[in-house]
């Protein structure tokens, strides 16, 4: 018999579902629409690595099934490929990043194709294609004009490796998120992106979102919502001039025990407050303070350092005068950047009172009564004491009525902060999309000279002003010199360079390229230079999931009546690693564009599942340094792709951690032969259709129900499993399926009973489909099929047919057997008498007796004992 052989029919199936047009998603077709899409990938010059290859199985058995069930699938792909990752490949390699993406694209591709995926490949998309990333730019100079996009200088994380700034959310624990290196802090022009106007939306919006717990906390945390007090103290210069301090406190409650403040050593008030005598001590703190990285600063581990600056404040509530220190701990950017020390109910707090010897006072207890002696911060909630009026108040009262008192005498207010940061977006690199601006003297001084107000211009309801000939947008209004290019001269192009690499001067090395550099002014035409720093690795994917719906669209971002029909995405597959990158970055841009009427949705996708990851066959995490990387590659050559494919969702629930154990392939090999197997038999019988009488066999009957309700059960589980995301467990259910069919086979033979062999057969071969599609289509069309089998429609289990079975249970009084009753498997004890009581043959002899005891076997006997 002809051998299971995938090299043989994998490659030709793939080329016709592509002539086919099999998997196109149809615009405005009246079936129900089913947007599935994949995080898509940077073209790393590793190739595909298992994790992708985990994902995109995943999302395209869901994307084979949902059209089998008869709706309009839309599931495309595309590739990421601007960006750090894809310029420290090309730096490293010594090859133009232009032409190392190119190539590790068409690497990619092919091996995305020989795993036979079902994407629609129209609308394939690169993020560094210019009739891509134009519409990048264009969404960014929206978002200029509506000023949300500000110049800054303030120090931001620089990764010295990559030699460029990092958004906060690209720094893990201190490090570059990218390459590992210890982030310093680096003082640089910036773009930002105003991501903390839209903080309370984005927290806000999380709860309608089928999205897994985990990543809606790590959102939540990320954008770090606290609702406090803000309080102001007075500090006490050497001149005597008393200059508001304000604090941010979540525990206004404990205003009794602050007995120091601390600043954060760059927090301006710092230079007026400081005594004379002790300048250059507190001058060289800060000088120490500000090259540390925030995480550094507030790590709890850390040691806490500080130093009194020589002066005092007064604690608005008693008037009482406390030191002022500051101390790296304390950050510039949360809150006010200054805080009121509560030793006794804040850990931080009174780590530093302890290495300072600093007065701890105790003002809330959990009994009432204070405690002589504390050994740690009490930081839990309770009773006011040590506070005059508010004495005997538990803390949330006290912390409310506190803050009321004070706000009578205008000296606090409730008030908000967030953990959320602007996001910085510029990078000092080659290899990004520009970002359309350039800097015009001469508007610069325009702007400047007209002082215009930003409240006055609230005030006009416009985001214009004109000023003598020119109309200046907000943007170029906040930003003085930097002038929007013109929406018609999009895409600003990335020039072609011979030295792409990153200087490390903090400047782009784009800002050598002279030529492109110098430009006009489209406002004054004056002499005026381009920006030069471009944009982070984010931006592109912060909106790719728009342009799949009309990717050759070169009037506009794409057609809004296709939007209307595919958006918003229903199910979106990807790696965890992107919780709060992508998927906060993304939010945050449909959000914007839903504000400004360019989408008619507000969160972009509906449902996402996390695919678990793969560890290497050492149980560690697969890393080339580690050498335990599996490449896809070779399994493709040895075994098929219908077999990767398999095993892959076989190891274990698709969104748990899974350890990666090649042993297990040949288990999956071994069920595709018997799938192959059995098929050729039915399909080889060349017998005409046989009748019962032909061969008469008494077990044919209880074969046929047999096998027909564990086909029933089949459907069901592989159904129910695949909804829900457990394809291991579906898996497991057809393979259970194929070895029963086997042990029928025994009993009633393919020549005995070839029509039923033959629907069971198709049965198996439709629910096989999403998981081996190659086999199941060659098989299939082999069964003379001429439609693939992916147009025929998923199966449908009968609930009557997979009821469960009756069993036969025996029924005793006294030891004694009187009756046998049919009754369904596995029922309960109590079940059981209730049914049996009914039997009269029963009946008879429990008639007024006390019933002792109750045996019960379940599924064979019950036996009563009476008096
Ligand atoms: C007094 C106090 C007493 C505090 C107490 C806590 C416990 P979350 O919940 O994270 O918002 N804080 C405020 N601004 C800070 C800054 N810029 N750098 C470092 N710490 C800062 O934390 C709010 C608390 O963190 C605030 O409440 C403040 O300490 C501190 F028993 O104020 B608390
Ligand atoms: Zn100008």
């Not at 993020?127 to 134009?134: A, M, Q, S, V």
């Not at 009321?404 to 000296?411: D, M, P, T, V, Y």
């Not at 972009?604 to 050498?627: A, C, E, H, T, Y």
Request: hydrophobic fraction near 40%.
């Amino acid at each position: 018999m002809e051998k299971y052989n995938p090299k043989k029919i994998e490659k030709k199936w793939q080329a016709v579902w592509q002539k086919t047009g099999l998997f196109k998603g149809q615009d405005f077709a009246k079936k129900p629409k089913f947007y599935c899409l994949d995080m898509f990938p940077y073209p790393s010059g590793d190739g595909l690595h298992m994790g992708h290859v985990e994902n995109y199985t995943g999302s395209d058995i869901y994307a084979r099934y949902l059209r089998m069930k008869g709706k309009n699938v839309l599931h495309p792909m595309g590739w990421d490929a601007f960006g750090l990752p894809a310029e420290n490949y090309a730096i490293k390699r010594g090859t133009h990043p232009s032409i190392t993406t190119k190539k590790n694209i068409a690497k990619i591709r092919q091996q995305i194709k020989e795993m036979g995926f079902s994407y629609d490949w129209e609308r394939e998309i690169n993020t560094t294609d210019p009739d891509y990333y134009r519409w990048t730019q264009w969404i960014f100079l929206l978002m200029f004009k509506e000023g949300l996009a500000c110049e800054d200088f303030a120090p931001i994380n620089w990764c010295p490796s990559c030699k460029t700034g990092l958004a906060n959310e690209e720094v893990v624990d201190g490090r570059c998120e990218r390459c590992g290196a210890l982030v310093k802090k680096k003082k640089l022009k910036q773009w930002l992106l105003k991501i903390t106007a839209y903080a309370d939306r984005l927290l806000a919006d999380l709860k309608d979102l089928d999205w897994p717990e985990n990543v809606k906390v790590m959102q939540e945390n990320w954008i770090g919502r606290s609702e406090g007090s803000e309080i102001i103290f007075k500090g006490i210069a050497p001149s005597g001039e008393k200059i508001d301090l304000p604090v941010f406190t979540t525990r206004a409650d404990t205003l009794f025990g602050a007995t120091y403040m601390v600043l954060a050593p760059e927090h301006p008030a710092v230079k007026k407050l400081v005594d004379p005598k002790y300048k250059t001590k507190v001058q060289r703190y800060i000088n120490q303070a500000i090259n540390k990285t925030d995480t550094e600063r507030t790590s709890l581990e850390r040691k806490k350092t500080g130093i009194f600056i020589g002066a005092m404040a007064e604690n608005p509530i008693n008037g009482q005068k406390i030191p002022i220190w500051i101390s790296d701990y304390v950050l510039l950017s949360y809150g006010t950047g200054a805080i009121m020390a509560v030793p006794a109910h804040d850990t931080r707090d009174f780590e530093f009172a302890q290495k300072f010897n600093l007065p701890i006072i105790e003002v809330v207890s959990p009994t009432g009564r204070p405690c002589r002696h504390l050994k740690e911060a009490y930081i839990g909630e309770g009773k006011l004491i040590n506070s005059g009026q508010f004495n005997g108040l538990n803390s949330r009262q006290a912390a409310k009525k506190i803050t009321q008192f004070l706000a009578k005498k205008g000296l606090a207010r409730f008030t908000v902060c967030y953990k959320l940061r602007d996001w910085i977006f510029a990078r000092q690199r080659y290899w990004g999309e520009p970002i359309p601006l350039v800097f015009c003297p001469r508007c610069k001084n325009l702007i400047e000279k007209s002082q215009f107000s930003l409240s006055k211009l609230k005030k006009t309801k416009s985001t214009e002003l004109k000023i003598q000939d020119f109309v200046f947008n907000l943007g170029e209004l906040l930003n003085p010199g930097w002038i929007a290019v013109p929406e018609e001269d999009l895409p600003v192009k990335l020039p072609e360079v011979e030295r792409y690499q990153p200087t490390g001067t903090g400047e782009s090395p784009l800002a050598a390229v002279k030529k492109w550099v110098n430009t006009r002014c489209p406002k004054c035409g004056g002499p005026a230079k381009r920006e030069t720093n471009t944009m982070p690795q984010w931006a592109g994917s912060c909106w790719y999931f728009l342009r799949y719906v009309d990717p050759q669209n070169n009037q506009k971002i794409f057609d809004e009546k296709k939007i209307k029909y595919w958006l918003p995405v229903d199910l979106y597959i990807g790696g965890v690693e992107h919780a709060v990158l992508h998927l906060l970055y993304a939010r945050f841009w449909i959000k914007f564009l839903y504000d400004k009427k360019v989408v008619p949705f507000k969160e972009p996708f509906i449902k996402l599942v996390n695919q678990g990851l793969i560890l290497g066959p050492d149980g560690q995490k697969m890393s080339k340094s580690r050498g335990n990387v599996v490449n896809p590659d070779n399994l493709i050559q040895k075994y098929g792709a219908d077999a990767v494919r398999l095993y892959i969702m076989f190891i274990g629930p698709f969104e748990e951690i899974k350890v990666w154990d090649e042993k297990g392939i040949e288990g999956v090999v071994r069920f595709l032969k018997r799938v192959w197997n059995l098929g050729l038999e039915i399909i080889n019988l060349k017998v005409k259709i046989s009748s019962p009488e032909e061969f008469p066999n008494p077990l044919r009957e209880i074969v046929e129900t047999e096998v027909k309700r564990m086909l029933h059960q089949t459907i069901k589980r592989v159904t129910e499993d695949i909804e829900t995301f457990h394809f291991n467990t579906a898996i497991a259910a057809l393979m259970e399926y194929i070895n029963y069919l086997f042990e029928a086979k025994q009993k009633v033979t393919i020549q005995e009973a070839p029509e039923m062999w033959r629907e069971n057969f198709e049965y198996l071969l439709l629910l096989l489909a999403p998981f081996a599609p190659h086999i199941a289509e060659e098989l299939w069309q082999r069964l003379g099929f001429t439609e693939s089998i992916f147009v025929h429609r998923w199966p449908v289990f009968n609930p009557k047919l997979i009821q469960e079975e009756n069993v036969t249970l025996v029924v005793q009084v006294n030891g004694k057997v009187r009756d046998e009753i049919l009754v369904p498997r596995g029922i309960s004890e109590k079940k059981a008498k209730e049914i049996v009581k009914e039997s009269a043959k029963v009946q008879k002899y429990l008639a007024d007796k006390k019933i002792k005891k109750l045996i019960y076997v379940k599924d064979k006997l019950i036996n009563f004992v009476v008096e």
